[in-house]
């Protein structure tokens, strides 16, 4: 009886016109998961600087224009911002030769006094009222034009740098530092360029993302590493299925911000089924898990020990 | 070509660990050598080798190559001179890129990457020739990523890269170790018509005294981080595997049994 009541409570409608936001979201946080797609798959780092330079980018957008300057070229300054996260993350890492992971974490650490600093308190609103905004929630279907045309512009980008020599040497290094080496390849080199280009990325989404929220929060960023994992996962998951050996570079980048889209109307969904959103980041966890276990444990399954145990019994038998 | 002038390398210094891998190492090779190298497990070949592509820096002693004092300079700039081929197939080709960006990335060895594109369609036409000369059919598998290829198809992808622009010094570690007798024939034969063809300086660990005797002009034994044995020219191209046991159980002074299981 309850449950019927529940399902009767839920309106369609309701979940039809949350769509559109979530879609907007989900081409924002494209943007951010293009950053991590750089780091976690190209460069084979996984790079947890992202939770604070996103923040660092809704925080430094939102700061300037408050201030008068412009909306573009507050982004372009969150831009700057992200990179100069890369390069410290970069730079105690090679430089100072602290683990991946680590060196990714004090950064992250850092950036949260940093983030405090900018915005002089927990969170900053701007309006879009007063201000010209490049993408706001009051109007869902210029921001989700705005933002794909945005993401349209960095996937030709990307595209183009990852086939030039320098690119391809970032994805050498990534795949193989002993062959790039001896190459002739600066690994530390590629590795800080690429988490500048990876964090200029995460900071450009933090600050569209404040501004589509119009706000900047110190949390803003908190769990962002596990949605664009998320993004990156789910992409590539659907693109195999879909494209499979046609999968091509480009469309990978397509596939990634695909999977930051998906991933918001999945939300869209459970938020309408009215579950409790405090589970959010534990469901999205969850699914990252599922799937970077599911290649591995179907390798497994293909010739584990117990298999192999199984077999030897049969056979004596 | 290459000089090396004592050379000392210890690892793990003031350990309990402490290894003297290179004991005092001079040697000097003129261009067009080809010099094999042999020598018990532990011998410091691969140490030897290491100090040449720089690696780490080395304790004492100068490097120099082609006249050029490479004492100081790191690992990636040093191979701009450097050819090399490991042990390991798995080491010297990038496994999730094609066949055609892991040859363009060699290509450009020594050179500053720039934002130039990666693979120009002039270099495309040239690496089907080259790969051709392999003879394994990988000139019809180009955009293939290198990582569904066998050791073998590899090892042969890794000395072309190697040798694709002429390197000063050519360095080849136990190169065909991990492969199949007839595929280890093969790559070996490879490298004696690339070596020849591009008249490369090289030095070429093995651990097969037939193959250490059969190829090149000159064969050097190494022995606890010292080179005990230098054989060239007339008495090279006479040296049967018998002698070289017997000359290994004189100078390093082991029984001649435990020399021919560390040796053949
Ligand atoms: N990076 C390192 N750190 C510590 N010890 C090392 C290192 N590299 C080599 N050694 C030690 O130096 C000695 C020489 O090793 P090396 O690898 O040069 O031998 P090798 O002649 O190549 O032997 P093999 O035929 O087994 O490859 C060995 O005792 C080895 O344990
Ligand atoms: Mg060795």
Not at chain 1, 89 to 110: C, D, E, R, V, Y
Not at chain 1, 123 to 143: H, T
Not at chain 1, 152 to 162: D, N, Q
Not at chain 1, 269 to 280: I, Q
Request: aromatic share 6%; glycine share 10%.
């Amino acid at each position: 009886m309850a449950l019927l009541g529940y399902f009767s409570s839920l309106n369609p409608l309701n979940l039809l016109a949350s769509l559109p936001g979530n879609i907007a979201q989900g081409v924002i946080w494209g943007i951010m998961a293009l950053g991590v797609f750089i780091t976690f798959r190209l460069l084979d780092f996984a790079d947890l600087t992202v939770d604070g330079s996103f923040a660092t980018g809704g925080a430094v957008t939102v700061v300037l224009i408050l201030a008068g300057v412009p909306a573009p070229l507050a982004l372009a300054a969150s831009v700057a911002a992200g990179m100069l996260s890369g390069l410290v993350t970069g730079l105690l890492h090679t430089l100072l030769g602290i683990p991946g992971i680590l060196a990714g974490i004090l950064t992250q650490i850092s950036l949260w006094s940093a983030n405090l600093l900018v915005l002089s308190g927990a969170n900053r609103a701007v309006n879009v009222d007063n201000y010209k905004l490049i993408v706001s929630l009051r109007n869902v279907n210029s921001a989700i034009i705005t933002a794909t045309v945005i993401v349209a512009a960095l996937i030709s980008i990307l595209y183009w740098y990852f086939g030039t020599e320098q690119g391809s040497a970032i994805r050498a290094t990534g795949s193989n530092p002993h062959m790039s080496k001896a190459q002739g390849i600066n690994i530390d080199s590629m590795k800080i360029l690429a988490l500048c280009l990876s964090n200029a990325l995460v900071a450009l989404s933090g600050g569209l993302m404040s501004q589509y929220q119009g706000f900047a929060d110190i949390k803003m960023g908190q769990g962002s590493i596990v949605v664009g994992l998320a993004a990156v996962i789910i992409g590539e998951v659907l693109g195999e299925a879909l494209f499979r050996k046609r999968m091509n570079f480009w469309l990978r980048l397509v596939f990634v911000v695909l999977g930051g889209v998906i991933y918001y109307l999945v939300i869209g969904v459970v938020m309408w089924l009215r579950m409790p959103t405090d589970l959010l980041k534990l469901l999205t966890a969850a699914i990252v898990a599922i799937f970077l276990a599911v290649p591995y444990l179907r390798a497994k399954a293909k010739s584990s020990f117990a298999l192999a145990g199984k077999r030897g019994a049969q056979k004596d038998a | 070509m290459l000089e090396l002038k004592n050379i000392h390398k210890t690892f793990n210094l003031g350990t309990i660990n402490e290894k003297k891998a290179l004991c005092g190492i001079d040697l000097h090779l003129k261009e067009g050598d080809f010099v094999t190298v042999i020598g018990g497990n532990g011998a410091g070949k691969s140490t030897m080798l290491n100090a040449i592509t720089g690696v780490w820096p080395v304790d004492e002693g100068t490097i120099s190559i082609d006249g050029v004092n490479v004492t100081a300079v790191t690992e990636h700039k040093r191979a701009e001179f450097i050819g090399r081929v490991f042990q390991d197939p798995m080491m010297g080709t990038a496994a999730n890129m094609e066949i055609t960006e892991n040859l363009a990335l060699a290509y450009r060895r020594g050179e500053r990457r720039t934002l130039k594109w990666g693979v120009t369609k002039a270099e495309r036409v040239h690496y089907r020739e080259e790969l051709k000369k392999l003879g394994l059919g990988l000139e019809d598998r180009m955009s293939v990523k290198v990582g569904l290829l066998s050791g073998g198809q590899r090892q042969a992808l890794t000395l072309l890269m190697a040798t694709l622009r002429k390197p000063k010094l050519l360095l080849l570690d136990e190169h065909t170790a991990a492969l199949d007798p007839a595929t280890a024939q093969k790559v070996l034969e490879l490298t004696d018509s690339i070596v020849e063809e591009n008249r490369l300086t090289t030095l070429m660990i093995t651990h097969n005294m037939t193959d250490a005797i059969n190829h090149g002009n000159r064969i050097l034994m190494m022995h606890a981080g010292n080179i005990i044995l230098d054989i060239s020219g007339e008495e090279k191209k006479n040296l049967k595997k018998s002698d070289l046991l017997q000359k290994f159980a004189e100078l390093a002074g082991v029984q001649e049994e435990t020399d021919s299981v560390l040796l053949s």
